[in-house]
């Protein structure tokens, strides 16, 4: 496992991967007991991992009871992320959830209980609740930082243009940063690499990537079974074959995976660890691992290497519409380069 900081704004230390914790638990109904979760972060311990992910609304809290359990003595060893915003109850009320000052603080002094610790060292808001200003979640992610309750902050799943207006009024105010972006990105989800991921290089932000497999659709099982977030999601954050350009990203990998001797998965995600390897700030995919037989394959990326044409076919394959303004953009760049952009040397940073 290897080590980088947590973007270029940012002291924070982690591991190449992160242990999703979503599924450590039953409250939802289904996932990991609590033995087979201590084995899951047993096992990312011994690789090396250090960073950690759950979220306040995780199998009703159950996720973050048994991390405060895990960690035990041992807290400090970990880069502990948690988030915000959603219920852990099963019928959500107005005043109990979404962005607000008010849920803020309380969802983090509820965080703080159940994992048993003093500190959350990144604090993630979960997803925009589209009706909290985003001076108000600025300031109380400020006050929190300030009173030592968290060391840092991020936004998940927020539009690329709510993340820059937050970092540049933070900058502008004095205020605790925002140093680092969660969102979906894999073969089959790429259209972070449109705004936000420019962004991000941009900005020098730290970026988790969930769902690094398309819920699963990338280790090829659909196609032989339901088995798995298919159904125990009802199809919630889960990729399917339903385009023509899916289907073909799924053969590539697993055409790949018979040439390189590797898992579908590990194919996966050693294009994403070479994807991070070409960035400008690194990508950190959240491992989401239902028992330890997963997590293990996502480890064995950590050995497989592709060949640039390998990488490239699943580039190429699994690129996402430029759309507008994009390919409005990279239609006319050569003219605004003088007539031949091939001859312009870029910054080594996308420009902000």
């Known amino acids: 496992m290897r080590y980088t900081t947590f973007g270029r704004t940012s002291g924070l230390r982690v591991s190449e991967y992160a242990l999703g914790a979503g599924n450590f638990g039953t409250r939802w109904g289904t996932k990991a007991e609590p033995a087979e979760a201590r084995r899951?972060?047993?096992?990312?311990?011994?690789?090396?991992?250090?960073?950690?992910?759950?979220?306040?609304?995780?199998?009703?809290?159950?996720?973050?009871?048994?991390?405060?359990?895990?960690?035990?003595?041992?807290?400090?060893?970990?880069?502990l992320a948690t988030k915000f915003a959603g219920s852990t109850a099963p019928q959500p009320t107005v005043n109990t959830t979404g962005n607000g000052r008010r849920n803020m603080i309380a969802t983090v002094e509820a965080s703080l209980r159940r994992l048993c610790t003093d500190h959350i060292d990144l604090l993630w808001v979960h997803h925009s609740d589209t009706v909290t200003p985003m001076e108000e979640i600025l300031r109380g992610l400020d006050d929190l930082t300030r009173a030592g309750k968290i060391h840092h902050a991020g936004l998940s799943n927020f539009p690329a243009w709510r993340v820059s207006r937050g970092v540049t009024i933070a900058d502008l105010r004095g205020w605790s940063p925002i140093t680092a972006v969660q969102f979906e990105y894999s073969?089959?989800?790429?259209?972070?690499?449109?705004?936000?991921?420019?962004?991000?290089?941009?900005?020098?932000?730290?970026?988790?990537?969930?769902?690094?497999?398309?819920?699963?659709?990338?280790?090829?099982?659909?196609?032989?079974?339901?088995?798995?977030?298919?159904?125990?999601?009802?199809?919630?954050?889960?990729?399917?074959?339903?385009?023509?350009?899916?289907?073909?990203?799924?053969?590539?990998?697993?055409?790949?995976?018979?040439?390189?001797?590797?898992?579908?998965?590990?194919?996966?995600?050693?294009?994403?660890?070479?994807?991070?390897?070409?960035?400008?700030?690194?990508l950190v995919p959240i491992t989401g691992p239902r028992d330890v037989g997963q997590l293990d394959s996502y480890l064995a990326a950590l050995d497989v290497q592709l060949s640039a044409a390998q990488y490239d076919r699943l580039a190429e394959v699994s690129a996402a519409p430029l759309g507008v303004p994009h390919a409005v953009s990279e239609s006319t760049r050569s003219g605004l380069l003088g007539g031949d952009a091939s001859v312009f040397l870029p910054p080594s940073v996308p420009v902000g």
């Open 187 to 282: 073969l089959v989800e790429r259209t972070g690499e449109l705004d936000l991921l420019p962004m991000a290089e941009a900005l020098g932000l730290g970026v988790a990537l969930w769902s690094p497999l398309g819920g699963g659709l990338l280790t090829g099982k659909y196609r032989s079974s339901d088995e798995g977030r298919l159904t125990d999601w009802q199809a919630r954050l889960v990729h399917t074959e339903s385009t023509a350009q899916k289907t073909a990203v799924v053969d590539a990998v697993l055409d790949i995976a018979t040439e390189t001797g590797a898992s579908p998965a590990e194919v996966a995600v050693a294009w994403l660890r070479e994807r991070s390897a070409r960035s400008t700030t690194p």
């Open 40 to 79: 899951m972060f047993d096992r990312f311990a011994e690789a090396g991992g250090t960073f950690i992910d759950t979220a306040n609304s995780y199998q009703f809290g159950q996720s973050e009871e048994l991390l405060g359990e895990f960690l035990g003595a041992d807290r400090d060893r970990f880069v």
